[in-house]
């Protein structure tokens, strides 16, 4: 079975520090993977997925990813913070086995710090 | 586009009382789904339906059920509800191009269902 798991469920770092959120996946099959964005009280946007084609992916909002396979990593950077990328960050991998429906990490909730 | 709309935002209800939430889309998917969120647990997948006329259980489906109406409606039912029912509601579409495509087609969220059970 397929699954993410998402380390740390609060990062906080400072307004221009480097953004670092880590997700690990695991799978059989060579995965498509992930990253949504929550702003509070709102729905689910995508940020950025990975679909095996280049390994560095690029998104939304200056965030990019990078596909691992051999530490089964897909963690997502932004080389400089700003106050409204505080948000929840959710990783989600696509179940190759049901019709491709996602399967979340349990999320990180980012703090920008002034 | 409105997108993926849901009704109501917010709702609260005392145990055993029935409410369906509705879900619809503009976007002519084929898939829609509907999570619950709670704190720390990310979002789960209680049904979802691959195409009109088709639904299925997703990892929580117990205490719900679903009607997909026609293309553009997918509605959750809670027949009675407990407070463990008590969590956000999201729906989602994906448009699912063909065999094989949907695994990387994108989904799209509507904006939740705030629902307390008391």
């Known amino acids: 079975a397929q699954s993410v798991t998402q380390l740390g469920s609060h990062v906080s770092v400072s307004e221009g520090a480097l953004v670092l959120l880590r997700c690990n996946y695991s799978s059989s099959v060579p995965p498509y993977l992930f990253w949504y964005v929550q702003y509070p009280n709102q729905g689910l946007q995508l940020l950025l997925k990975y679909t095996s084609a280049a390994t560095l992916v690029k998104g939304i909002n200056g965030f990019e990813a990078e596909f691992k396979k051999s530490e089964t990593s897909f963690h997502l950077t932004k080389p400089s913070a700003h106050m409204s990328d505080a948000a929840e960050y959710f990783c989600a991998v696509s179940d190759r086995g049901s019709q491709g429906n996602l399967i979340f990490g349990k999320g990180t909730k980012l703090s920008v710090k002034p | 586009n409105a997108g993926v709309t849901q009704t109501p935002k917010f709702q609260v209800l005392k145990t055993g009382q029935s409410m369906t939430l509705q879900c619809a889309q503009d976007m002519n998917h084929n898939s829609m789904y509907w ?54 509601y999201f729906c989602a579409s994906r ?24």
Do not use: C
């Open chain 2, 35 to 88: 999570y619950r969120q709670d704190p720390g647990m990310g979002l789960r997948l209680i049904y979802y339906s691959a195409s009109e006329g088709t639904t299925d259980k997703g990892e929580v489906p117990n205490g719900y059920n679903v009607s997909r109406l026609n293309k553009r409606e997918f509605s959750l039912r809670l027949e009675s509800a407990a407070p463990s029912q008590t969590s956000v």
């Open chain 2, 95 to 118: 448009t699912d191009r063909g065999r094989g495509w949907g695994h990387t087609d994108t989904q799209y969220f509507g904006p939740g269902t705030r629902l307390t059970v008391l």
